[in-house]
């Protein structure tokens, strides 16, 4: 059963599929009118409801629940399940407090000795201005709880800075270091003791070309990142994902999930940005399309302890590419439900559905980010213009989208 329906789990859903899962074996709930023609979809089961879902994995005899977003970890849908004996890829809603809450992510860290950017907690708003001043421009100010992704602002602009402070100042303040660099996101499998790395990828968090604009949940991604040196995704695991790993188990909450890591490589080393507590979107579409081993078994490993027992994660030396195509007004507003068209598939362009429903025989889009267009291919620039010609013929109004995804790497 996979928990969520997003783009993310639709990528989950067709890796699963790709890896040797039958379909007729996958339950998504609640899915969207994407996901539906892969699996089937529970539409009306409520993800984020523990009881309801422990109530329907006992009665569908679930033996694996994969859960993708945060809410359903917030709302502590994993500890319900597991304490029915079921087996979970999900972190406890304890130990998914390292996303949902930036401070406890700032505590681990400094416990177990990892490397991230300076940080003041603040609870006023003085607090903040003597914070931002202290660190000076570029300010990083970022809300110290979810935000869908809007929590955080980057800016020079001191008023802008206060400004995003204020709005989120009831649920605390962090304000950080600027720290300059690429960005990269590394996933790690972890069985609570055991991590595993998952290929790394770069997200495209701007709504616009050229990194313009506020930050979204992410516009695009690549993967995988061939600029990295040698030894990096070791070293993220030795100095980052270990640590934070065997903190959380010092502190009687095992981490049993995707160990998302946040990071910018900077001039003077690795820095971590922030955790999540769970697979990124849309990061999965290009880094999962590449995973080669059976990801039911590996997630069924992480889920029952037995991590360290079994192969590591490998990966199609394809490379690629996903651009999100969103609705009218994202993120800043909401778009009413229009009709799309357009959509085509083959080998090797895939569609992950996010926010689709189907509605007297056609699709409709409600809103936010709609659909990850995801190309392969033996190179980035081959990637890149498949997955921009698919996109170039869906129809949806006001609908928009990046086109620089991965234009520096592809030559
Ligand atoms: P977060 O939600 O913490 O990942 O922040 C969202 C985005 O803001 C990141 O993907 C970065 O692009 C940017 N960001 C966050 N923290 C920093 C920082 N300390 N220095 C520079 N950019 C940052
Ligand atoms: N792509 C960023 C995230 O999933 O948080």
Redesign the pocket.
């Known amino acids: 059963m996979v928990l969520g329906g997003g783009a993310r789990e639709h990528a989950i859903t067709k890796a699963l599929i790709r890896t040797g899962t039958l379909s007729t074996d996958i339950i998504v709930a609640p899915g969207n009118a994407g996901i539906a023609k892969d699996a089937h979809t529970e539409p009306t089961l409520n993800a984020n409801d523990p009881l309801a879902v422990v109530k329907f994995a006992l009665q569908h005899q679930i033996d694996l629940a994969i859960i993708g977003p945060e809410a359903p970890l917030v709302a502590g849908v994993s500890d319900a399940l597991r304490s029915e004996g079921i087996a979970v890829f999900g972190p406890s809603q304890k130990a998914a407090a390292l996303e949902g809450s930036k401070s406890f992510a700032k505590e681990v860290m400094a416990a177990a000795d990892v490397p991230t950017?300076m940080a003041r907690e603040c609870s006023s708003l003085e607090e903040v201005e003597n914070a931002i001043d202290e660190f000076g421009a570029p300010y990083?100010v970022?809300a110290d709880g979810l935000a869908a992704?809007k929590g955080?602002i980057?800016t020079s602009d001191r008023e802008a800075a206060l400004a995003h402070a204020a709005k989120f100042i009831d649920m605390g303040i962090l304000v950080?270091?600027?720290?300059e660099g690429e960005?990269v996101s590394l996933f790690f499998l972890s069985d609570g003791k055991t991590v595993l790395p998952l290929s790394p990828a770069q997200d495209f968090?701007r709504v616009y070309d050229n990194d313009e604009g506020p930050?979204t949940g992410g516009m695009g991604a690549y993967s995988p990142l061939e600029w990295l040196p040698e030894g990096f995704v070791e070293e993220v695991e030795r100095t980052v994902a270990q640590p934070t790993v065997d903190e959380l188990a010092r502190l009687g909450e095992p981490f049993v999930g995707l160990l998302y890591c946040?990071l910018?490589v900077t001039k003077r080393g690795i820095r971590v940005?922030?955790f999540n507590a769970r697979f990124g979107d849309p990061e999965t579409q290009v880094v999962l399309r590449r995973l080669v081993t059976p990801l039911a078994p590996l997630l069924h490993r992480a889920a029952t302890g037995h991590l360290a027992d079994g192969p590591s994660a490998q990966f199609s030396k394809e490379v690629a590419i996903t651009v999100v195509l969103a609705s009218e007004g994202y993120p800043d507003t909401s778009a009413p439900d229009r009709v799309i068209t357009g959509l085509v598939e083959d080998d090797n362009v895939h569609v992950c559905h996010a926010s689709t429903v189907s509605s007297n025989g056609e699709l409709v889009a409600t809103g936010g980010r709609v659909l990850s267009i995801v190309a392969t291919a033996a190179d980035f620039k081959t990637a890149r213009e498949l997955a921009y010609a698919n996109i170039a013929n869906i129809k949806l109004e006001g609908s928009h989208y990046r086109k620089d995804i991965a234009a520096k790497v592809a030559n």
Do not use: H, R, W
């Open positions: 950017g990083v970022k992704g955080v980057v950080e270091e600027f720290l960005e968090k930050n946040g910018i940005i922030e």
